[in-house]
Nanobody, 123 residues
Framework: QVQLVESGGGLVQAGGSLRLSCAAS????????MGWFRQAPGKEREFVAL????????KYADSVKGRFTISRDNAKNTVYLQMNTLNPEDTAVYLC????????????????WGQGTQVTVSS
């Protein structure tokens, strides 16, 4: 079992930045690929970014490529999402997830989820 707790969300103006954190506890953090997803009201959950177990591979949704950066610190059992140049379309609940298998952009591949942190970008 892995417990995931996100933090760092909030209200920011367009063009601003936020850094989200996801702290993991439980089984070995470095055994899991980690992903960030987001879900806006009335919309389906969408993939944002993923990072593999040792941090050597990352993948981003086209909508955030060049603006967001995912990273992890296995010594601290934490994965991060640095979000720059935010725009109102980035407003959503951001969730981190852990995947014990092959890394994937599909939410169904992830075994454990956090509760999410709200990010609101004002225009």
């Amino acid at each position: 079992q892995v417990q995931l707790v996100e933090s760092g969300g909030g209200l920011v103006q367009a063009g601003g930045s936020l850094r989200l954190s996801c702290a993991a506890s439980g089984r070995t953090f470095s055994s899991y690929n980690m992903g960030w997803f987001r879900q806006a009201p009335g919309k389906e959950r969408e993939f944002v970014a993923l990072i593999n177990k040792n941090g050597s591979f990352t993948k981003y949704a086209d909508s955030v490529k060049g603006r967001f950066t995912i990273s992890r610190d296995n010594a601290k059992n934490t994965v991060y999402l640095q979000m720059n140049t935010l725009n109102p379309e980035d407003t959503a609940v951001y969730l981190c997830a852990a995947d014990g298998g092959l890394y994937s952009t599909r939410s169904l591949s992830y075994d454990y989820w956090g509760q999410g942190t709200q990010v609101t970008v004002s225009s």
